[in-house]
């Protein structure tokens, strides 16, 4: 079955610093990996997603991530923090059945941003 | 473009009571349609999903059903609410075939069952 690992529940960081959220997943094939963000009370936001080609991704909101098949990760990164990024932030991993896109979401990590 | 309208925001119901959450899409035809769950420090979990009018597949057996009246229409219903029914309830959808496979989601339901 798959499953993914989100380790970090909360992280802090500094306003301008640079950001790295952990994702690990467990797939038997080659998988759909994606970030989303939440903001408070609201729905999700896709930031990024990966598939297959190039393995560092670009999304919106100046983030990036990189999937390592070796280490079964998908950490997503972003250089220069802004306040605006405080938010939940979940990563998923599933199939695409050509029907149904079944994911299996992490339990989130929440960014908090200082000034 | 498309959008997708989620009611109510928030809604507190006494154990035991019915639960029905709509879920309605604008801007596309035929999509797939998503119930998912969000419990409080948990991540979300698929509940339903639909691929076409009246096609409701379960992915968790549970108090709860789905029912989908309409191309783009999706209802999450109870007939008697548990406790542990509380949770933020999120509806999303997603295209069908190749290159579609991306969620996109309402903005949700906090339901707090007492």
């Known amino acids: 079955a798959q499953s993914v690992t989100q380790p970090d529940i909360h992280i802090t960081v500094s306003e301008g610093a640079s950001l790295e959220l952990r994702c690990n997943y467990s797939?038997?094939?080659?998988?759909?990996l994606f970030w989303y963000v939440q903001s408070p009370g609201q729905g999700l936001q896709l930031l990024l997603k990966?598939?297959?080609?190039?393995?560092l991704v670009q999304g919106i909101k100046g983030f990036e991530a990189e999937f390592k098949r070796s280490q079964s990760s998908f950490n997503l990164r972003k250089p220069s923090v802004h306040w605006s990024d405080a938010a939940e932030y979940f990563c998923?991993?599933?199939?695409?059945?050509?029907?149904?896109?079944?994911?299996?979401f992490g339990t989130g990590t929440r960014l908090q941003v200082t000034l | 473009s498309q959008t997708i309208h989620q009611w109510p925001a928030t809604l507190v119901q006494p154990v035991g009571s019915p639960l029905s959450l709509e879920c309605t899409v604008e801007?596309?035809?035929?999509?797939?349609l998503y119930w998912y769950r969000q419990a409080a420090g948990r991540g979300l979990q698929l509940l339903f999903y639909?691929?076409?009018?009246?096609?409701i597949s379960s992915e968790v057996p549970q108090n709860l059903s789905a029912s989908r009246p309409q191309d783009r229409q999706f209802i999450l219903s109870s007939k008697k609410l548990l406790l542990s029914d509380s949770g933020f309830y999120l509806c999303?959808?997603?295209?069908?075939?190749?290159?579609?496979?991306?969620?996109?989601f309402g903005s949700g339901t906090q339901l707090s069952v007492l």
């Open positions: 999303a959808w997603s295209g069908q075939g190749d290159g579609n496979e991306k969620l996109f």
């Open positions: 797939y038997g094939a080659t998988p759909y």
């Open positions: 990966y598939f297959s080609g190039d393995t």
């Open positions: 998923a991993v599933g199939p695409f059945t050509g029907t149904a896109s079944k994911l299996t």
């Open positions: 801007g596309t035809s035929n999509p797939n």
């Open positions: 639909s691929v076409g009018i009246g096609q």
